[in-house]
């Protein structure tokens, strides 16, 4: 066996893997925005599960996660009786929402909290809404104080995708699994090392999207960049 | 123009404000001073519901609010109609100079992009920052920042301007260009409330000094009678430490 023969098939499973990844980035995001407005506006009840939910999504093995979703999901389907549209994918894609979600928030809360409390003090002496004190000013420095931590959470994200074969999706670490069988266990090493030059690379990508966008913020500009910000500030 | 009476406030259970009352004409320059930590700024911002008062009331001509009872659109009102300037400046660190001084104006007045930025560009050649509009925070120094602060409040057109020690975190050398700015502010008519340690320049531009110690105006009177014949002990006490420490 040789690249040749192996790169192909893991290309095909590759469609899956991002989708899976893709679909947690999302989902976890949203879950995440929400779970962090609930932590910081104390709303009863609502508050106590959104923090209860980030402990687990942070404390509980994301393998472990993958099975409680595995085993739980089909639980809920029943629930809602909504039949047959349950699968090791979609139990992927749930598990790993939940976890990043609740890993993000926790990147998203300190950030929150890390903006200066003199600024909410400006736009609310000159007659900001909360939205537009959101939106406008919080907002942005929060974001710019959380992209580093937001770098982290994508790279753990994609390394856990990896885990998702311990509950029977095919994305790349399964299907090179069960090419190596084929083979009688054979060229382990070459099989990992291509593995692990894939896994590099989607980290590298998403490390240099979030590197552009903390280089783009405003607030990027330090001391020393003082000279070449001029020219930059119409972006 | 500005009236207010029996403010009080707490923070846990230390009281900070016991019971202040403070009126202010239109067109006045008042210097609020006094030691450390008697609540001078909780006072400047119970004047925009920054600091909440357990009671108390407000009046700003029509506008009436009591504390025990305040609202949001009394509360919007106020603020509206007061700008304030900032001891830690508070400039929007994610905005450029005259993107801080426009976004007010165009998110909460609702102005159009032309008219905010025509309005901006005025209010920062008045400050001296003509030739740093598109800078960002991170590369101004103290003395711009508080002056981009000084302008930003000035273009909502305020009635009443409120400073909070605008010179105390700046390095010695530039306090000079910032004090300049309010001398010039306050000789514009504007109505002001200054919190300030800088007792030769509030004898020089107020009209009238209101001496704070703990928690209430202790003494108040034209910048003669305070600083020349203080009748207050603890005002002449004050005084003279503050000589001491200048
Ligand atoms: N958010 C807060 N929570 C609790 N205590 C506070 C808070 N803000 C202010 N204080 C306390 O209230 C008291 C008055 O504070 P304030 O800032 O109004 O004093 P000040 O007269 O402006 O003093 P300075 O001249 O040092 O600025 C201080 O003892 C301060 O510790
Ligand atoms: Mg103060």
New binding site residues.
């Given amino acids: 066996m040789n690249l040749s023969e192996m790169l192909p098939e893991l290309i095909l499973a590759l469609p899956l893997t991002l989708a899976i990844m893709f679909v947690a980035l999302i989902a976890g995001f949203f879950l995440a925005v929400l779970a962090t407005t609930f932590r910081i506006r104390r709303v009863p009840v609502i508050s106590q599960l959104a923090d209860l939910y980030v402990s687990y999504a942070r404390s509980v093995p994301v393998v472990l996660q993958l099975f409680v979703a595995f085993y739980g999901l089909p639980v809920l389907v029943a629930l809602f009786e909504i039949s047959d549209f349950f699968s090791p994918n979609v139990a992927a894609m749930l598990g790993l929402s939940l976890y990043h979600g609740g890993y993000l928030s926790e990147v998203m809360r300190p950030a929150y909290l890390a903006v200066d409390r003199g600024q909410h003090d400006a736009a609310d002496s000159l007659g900001y809404g909360f939205r537009q004190k959101i939106f406008r000013v919080v907002g942005p420095q929060a974001v710019h104080i959380a992209l580093p931590g937001y770098g982290n959470a994508l790279i753990y994200l994609i390394h856990n995708v990896a885990l998702v074969m311990y509950i029977g999706a095919a994305d790349v670490m399964a299907t090179a699994h069960l090419v190596m069988q084929r083979h009688y266990n054979q060229y382990q090493f070459e099989t990992y090392l291509l593995l692990a030059v894939i896994y590099s690379l989607l980290c590298l990508v998403a490390w240099l999207i979030v590197r552009f966008f903390e280089r783009r913020s405003p607030m990027y500009a330090s001391a020393e960049r003082q000279v070449k910000m001029p020219l930059m500030a119409n972006v | 123009m500005l009236e207010l009476r029996d403010i009080r406030l707490s923070?846990?259970n230390?009281q900070?404000l016991k019971g202040v009352n403070l009126s202010v004409s239109r067109g006045d320059v008042v210097s609020i001073i006094?030691p450390?930590?008697?609540?001078?700024?909780?006072?400047l911002k119970c004047i925009n519901y920054l600091a909440r008062p357990s009671s108390g009331t407000i009046a700003l001509d029509q506008i009436r609010m009591d504390y025990r009872r305040a609202d949001k659109p009394t509360v919007q009102a106020i603020r509206l109609r007061t700008a304030m300037v900032f001891?830690q400046f508070n400039v929007f660190k994610n905005m450029s100079v005259i993107q801080n001084v426009m976004d007010p104006l165009i998110v909460v007045q609702r102005k159009s992009k032309e008219e905010a930025r025509q309005i901006a560009v005025q209010e920062l050649e008045r400050v001296g920052l003509s030739d740093k509009l598109d800078m960002y925070p991170s590369q101004l120094s103290g003395g711009q920042l508080q002056r981009t602060g000084i302008a930003r409040a000035l273009a909502v057109r305020p009635d009443v301007m409120l400073f909070d020690?605008p010179t105390s975190s700046l390095d010695p050398e530039l306090v000079g260009e910032v004090l300049k700015v309010i001398n010039d502010v306050a000789a514009s008519g504007m109505t002001s409330l200054l919190?300030t340690?800088e007792m030769q320049f509030a004898k020089k531009i107020s009209n009238r000094i209101v001496f704070?110690d703990q928690g209430v105006v202790a003494a108040e009177g034209s910048p003669d009678e305070v600083f020349d014949t203080p009748s207050n002990p603890r005002l002449a006490q004050f005084l003279k430490s503050e000589v001491a420490f200048q």
């Avoid at chain 2, 450390?36 to 909780?42: D, E, H, P, V």
């Fill in positions: 923070y846990g230390s900070i006094g450390s930590g008697t609540g001078k700024t909780t006072l001891q020690e919190v340690h704070m």
